[in-house]
């Protein structure tokens, strides 16, 4: 398979979890209405969506490893399109959180595998090459979802969002039976043992470094999915928008996604990984600095609310490729454990901004400004140990070797 046409395909296994994420954001409101429920248990649809969202990514990868990347994938679309149409039609709100469990816990997969599928078919420069480029195109999806969310809203209720994500899986489904190869051969799988894969897990979970920096990539996007996460209130209540403008949100901050990504593919064969991680991580603080000083002398408004978040997501999208590769690449026998590891700590941590810590801040521009600026000072400290214990670990190789 052309490497164009697989960067196509991973992207849109990715572009899955932010179109069942925030196409329905623009519907919050009325599913209130619908079911006669709070604006904070609506929330909820969100937090158990990306609680088995990150509860699942930690057996795609092992499962893929054993059985193959393509079945996988195969498996987890078919349970995406049961979820995404049982939400369409939920006779009641307990059946809504229901079936937003199930979109949650099949959407993971294509994110995981995909990370997987790109170490097993390429390396160095051209692996992070094609995660940037992955980067890119999965971008367009937080702009695009929610506006067409809100227009399908609009015109056909907010039921309509979902049998719009059940026609985007099917149409997944069809791409990856016609063009997506099988990237592990059997020879390489990993035996289905569940004391091995205990033993695996085990591994990983002791390794410092590994957990350092999975930590620090789950709090650059944490800075980015605070926003995700509080998007209704933003948009509807602070910026006083209806429900067709989130677009002056998600466009700016896929723009800057978009073009972070580029960026740190065009300069993947020229400049280290790690430069690019601190390039990444610099504008990402400086963004939240401005964030806090705007917030704290002006009230939200366009342009200039919006401005600091599309400055974040081409920051992060700088840094997290070279962060995700360094990562991934300290297990390079087991890359589908080492990848469902790294998304679970980071969906966990998105689930747990989008169902307790957004309701804290998403009523003032300064708290979220706030609840940036902490997730930028946590992934920069949990990288700067994470490269420290590293370099004492190399050097403490090197003294046992000599």
């Given amino acids: 398979m052309k490497a164009r046409n697989l960067t196509l395909v991973l992207a849109g296994l990715s ?113 992070q090459k094609m995660l940037a480029n992955i980067m890119m195109v999965f971008g367009i999806a937080p702009a695009i979802a929610p506006i067409i969310g809100g227009w399908l809203h609009v015109a056909y209720g907010w039921q309509s969002t979902f049998v719009f994500t059940f026609s985007v899986t099917v149409l997944l489904m069809l ?85 972070g990504s580029a960026l740190s593919g065009k300069l993947a064969h020229s400049v280290p990984g790690a430069t690019q991680v601190r390039w990444g991580t610099l504008v990402m603080a400086a963004t939240a600095v401005l964030n806090l000083v705007y917030n704290h002398w002006f009230a939200a408004s366009l342009p200039w609310a919006v401005a600091p978040v599309a400055l974040y997501a081409f920051g992060m999208s700088l840094a997290l490729p070279g962060m995700t590769m360094s990562t991934l690449d300290i297990f390079p026998q087991m890359r589908g454990l080492a990848a469902s590891l790294q998304n679970f700590v980071q969906m966990v941590l998105f689930a747990l901004v989008s169902g307790f810590v957004a309701p804290l801040l998403f009523d003032s521009g300064f708290k979220l400004a706030l609840g940036q600026a902490a997730a930028v000072v946590l992934a920069g400290f949990f990288w700067w140990l994470g490269t420290r214990r590293a370099a004492s670990q190399a050097l403490g190789l090197g003294a046992k070797n000599n």
């Avoid at 099949?106 to 390396?123: E, F, K, N, P």
């Avoid at 091995?196 to 990539?217: D, M, P």
């Avoid at 948009?235 to 996604?257: K, N, Q, S, Y």
Wanted: with cysteine; proline share 6%.
């Fill in 15 to 127: 572009m899955l979890g932010p179109f069942a994420t925030d196409t329905f954001l623009p519907s919050f409101p009325a599913i209130a209405t619908h079911f006669d429920v709070s604006s904070v248990l609506v929330q909820q649809t969100l937090s158990v969506y990306l609680a088995a969202y990150a509860f699942m990514t930690l057996f795609y990868g092992t499962m893929s490893d054993s059985f193959g990347r393509r079945p996988v994938i195969l498996a987890s679309l078919l349970i995406f399109a049961i979820g995404s149409i049982g939400a369409a039609f939920a006779p009641s709100f307990g059946w809504l959180l229901f079936f937003r469990g199930m979109q949650g816990a099949s959407a993971g997969a294509g994110r995981v595998i995909g990370q997987a599928i790109v170490r097993d078919t390429l390396s160095g420069a051209a692996a």
């Fill in 175 to 259: 791409a990856c039976l016609k063009g997506l190869p099988e990237s592990l051969p059997a020879a390489q799988r990993q035996p289905f043992h569940p004391g091995t894969i205990a033993a695996n897990y085990w591994q990983a979970l002791r390794h410092q470094v590994f957990l350092l920096r999975s930590l620090a990539v789950a709090f650059a996007f944490g800075g980015f999915a605070l926003y995700i996460a509080s998007a209704p209130h933003f948009i509807l209540d602070l910026l006083r928008l209806p429900e067709t403008a989130f677009g002056w949100m998600f466009v700016p901050m896929v723009a800057g996604l978009v073009l």
